[in-house]
Structure formats: structure tokens, C-alpha cells
């Protein structure tokens, strides 16, 4: 039996094929990956490291403008300012304080502002059971009347922990209430979320960005 013309036969083909996979590595465009999409640039607002607002606390700690908080630069001392009502009894904010919006719970039931601020000395903070403490340790009123949010705050279950859990590597910071929360109008709205993840590999994208 002669085998010959068979095995130039197969020769002949595995060289052809050869040859045109050759061609076609050489031309590459069908084994492209798909074309990269730009990444979206991300908001930097959704990932700013700093507190949703800034405290007198942290005000104090930058050594920042603490005119505001300079009550005697406009209230007489020994004259408690007067609180004006308007006819449905809702309290009047002076234009002098226009920057503050009172909403303090839903149906202004802790609007008035002696009840957190000391009417004889307005650079103390006032508590239910009569404590008084300096205008930026905030905590302790809220407390007085947010009980146990107060305490999930205390076990660190509520509000930011950051720094170090081992007290050698550094210290442990807490962020206090008025770092997040507006004492006058304390509700947090509603935040965007952070865009999903990011795959940098184009399959692991392309798949991403496919319905599942
Ligand atoms: C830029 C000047 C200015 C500064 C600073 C200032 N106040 Fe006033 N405040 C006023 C004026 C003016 C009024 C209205 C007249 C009045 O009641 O004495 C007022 C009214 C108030 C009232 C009564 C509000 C109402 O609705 O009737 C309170 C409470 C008050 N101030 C607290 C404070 C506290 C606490 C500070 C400091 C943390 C402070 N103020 C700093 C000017 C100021
Ligand atoms: C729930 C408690 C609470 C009530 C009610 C309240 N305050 Fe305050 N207020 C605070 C705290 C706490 C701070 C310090 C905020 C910080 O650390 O940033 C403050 C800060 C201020 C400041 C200085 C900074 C600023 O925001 O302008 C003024 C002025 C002020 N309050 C006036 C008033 C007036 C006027 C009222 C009533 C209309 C009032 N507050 C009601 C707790 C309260
Ligand atoms: C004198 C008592 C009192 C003090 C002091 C007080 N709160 Fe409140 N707080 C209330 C009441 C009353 C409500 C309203 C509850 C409701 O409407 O159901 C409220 C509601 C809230 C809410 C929910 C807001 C919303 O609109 O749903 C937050 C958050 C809050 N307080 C945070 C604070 C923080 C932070 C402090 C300290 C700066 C503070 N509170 C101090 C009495 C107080
Ligand atoms: C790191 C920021 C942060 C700090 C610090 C913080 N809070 Fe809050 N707090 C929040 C957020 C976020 C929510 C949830 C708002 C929501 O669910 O929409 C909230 C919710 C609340 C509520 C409403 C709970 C409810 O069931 O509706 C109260 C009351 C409150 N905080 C009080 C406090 C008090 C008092 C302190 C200080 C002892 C404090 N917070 C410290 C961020 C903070």
C-alpha cells in the first residue's frame, strides 16, 4: 500500500493551515479584546474624607473664623434674648441668625432654643438635668434627651470610629454629634450612593456592564 500522496496530502493542509494562522496572528483584529471604555470620572464629592458638616469642635481645632460663636459680640451678658412667636406659635429666627433653619424632629418639638442653649450664659450648653457644658462638647445634651443613641454612641455602635484599635499604634478618634448632625435641624438626608465597582480588566467589565 503507498501512503505517499496521503501524507503529502496532510503536510500540504497542516502547512496551509499554519500559513493562515500566521496571517491572521500577523493581522490580530479578530482575537482584539473589545475596545476599553474611559473610566467615569467619580464625583470627588461622593468620596471627600472630611464630616458631612464641621462642628465648633473641628472649627476650633483648624483655628478657623469663631465669630459666630462669639454670642457676647452681639447679646448684652445679664440679658437673656427674648424668643419671639409668630401667630401659630412658631418660633421667629431673627435675621441676624438667618443661617439657622430650625427643624429639629418633624413636628418642631424641640425648636426652642433654650432648650439646648443657656438663656443666662449662651456660651454654655444646657442639659435635661441641668449639666452645663461648653458649647462644643455637644454630646452630652444630645444625650440627655437621645438616650440610647447616646449609648450605642458611647459603645462606638453609632457614629464614625477611625484611628487605631491598638491603643500602642496611636489613638482611637470619635467623632462627635454636631460632626454630622446640624443640631438645629438634625435629620440626614438622603445621600447618592457610591457608584458599583470598577473592574479594571475589559472582560471583567464587559461583563459588568451586562444585565444579569
Ligand atoms: C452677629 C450678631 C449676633 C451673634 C454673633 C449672636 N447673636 Fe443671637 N441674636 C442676635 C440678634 C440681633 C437677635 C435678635 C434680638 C434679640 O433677641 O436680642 C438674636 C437672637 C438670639 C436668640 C433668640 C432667637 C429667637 O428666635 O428669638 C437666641 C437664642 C440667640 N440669639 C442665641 C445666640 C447664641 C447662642 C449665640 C452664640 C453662639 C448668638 N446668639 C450669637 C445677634 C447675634
Ligand atoms: C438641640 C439643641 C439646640 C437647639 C434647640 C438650638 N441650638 Fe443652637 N446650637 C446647638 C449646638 C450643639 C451648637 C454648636 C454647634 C456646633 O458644634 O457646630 C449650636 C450653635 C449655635 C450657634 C452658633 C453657630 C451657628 O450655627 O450659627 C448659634 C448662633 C445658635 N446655636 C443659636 C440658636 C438659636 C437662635 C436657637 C433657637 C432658634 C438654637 N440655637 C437652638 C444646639 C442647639
Ligand atoms: C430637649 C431634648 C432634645 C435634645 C437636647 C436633643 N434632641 Fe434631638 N430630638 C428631640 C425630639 C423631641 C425629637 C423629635 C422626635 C419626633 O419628632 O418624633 C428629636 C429628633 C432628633 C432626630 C431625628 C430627626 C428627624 O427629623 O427625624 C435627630 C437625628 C436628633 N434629634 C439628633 C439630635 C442631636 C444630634 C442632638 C444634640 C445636638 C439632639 N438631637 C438634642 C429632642 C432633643
Ligand atoms: C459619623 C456621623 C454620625 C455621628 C458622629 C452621629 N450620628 Fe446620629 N446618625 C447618623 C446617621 C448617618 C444617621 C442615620 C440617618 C438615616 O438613617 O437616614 C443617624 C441617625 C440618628 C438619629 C435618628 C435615629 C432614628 O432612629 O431615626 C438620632 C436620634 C441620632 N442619630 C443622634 C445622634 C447623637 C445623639 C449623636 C452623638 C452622641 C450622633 N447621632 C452621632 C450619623 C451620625
Not at 474611559?38 to 481645632?61: G, H, K
Not at 450648653?125 to 438616650?147: A, I, V
Amino acid at each position: 500500500m503507498n501512503d505517499k500522496p496521503r501524507v503529502s496530502a496532510a503536510l500540504f493542509l497542516l502547512t496551509a493551515m499554519f500559513l493562515l494562522l500566521t496571517v491572521s496572528f500577523s493581522r490580530r483584529g479578530w482575537m482584539e479584546p473589545p475596545p476599553l471604555k474611559a473610566n467615569a470620572l467619580l464625583d470627588p464629592e461622593l468620596v471627600r474624607p472630611t464630616t458631612m458638616r464641621t462642628s465648633y469642635a473641628q472649627l476650633i481645632r483648624v483655628q478657623a473664623d469663631l465669630s459666630d460663636f462669639d454670642c457676647y459680640a452681639c447679646h448684652e451678658t445679664n440679658k437673656p434674648p427674648t424668643l419671639r412667636f409668630d401667630g401659630s406659635n412658631n418660633l421667629v429666627i431673627p435675621k441676624e441668625h438667618s443661617d439657622i433653619v430650625m427643624a429639629h424632629g418633624q413636628h418642631g418639638r424641640n425648636n426652642n432654643c433654650f432648650n439646648c442653649h443657656n438663656e443666662q450664659n449662651l456660651l454654655l450648653l444646657q442639659t435635661r438635668d441641668g449639666r452645663q457644658l461648653k458649647l462644643e462638647n455637644c454630646p452630652p445634651l444630645c444625650g440627655s434627651c437621645h438616650g440610647p443613641t447616646y449609648r450605642d454612641w458611647e459603645a462606638g455602635a453609632h457614629g464614625r470610629t477611625g484611628g487605631f484599635w491598638k491603643k500602642e499604634a496611636g489613638q482611637t478618634t470619635r467623632l462627635i454629634c454636631a460632626d454630622c448632625h446640624d443640631p438645629h435641624s438634625p435629620r440626614i438626608g438622603t445621600r447618592t450612593p457610591l457608584p458599583p465597582p470598577h473592574p479594571l480588566h475589559g472582560a471583567g467589565r464587559a461583563w459588568a456592564e451586562t444585565e444579569h
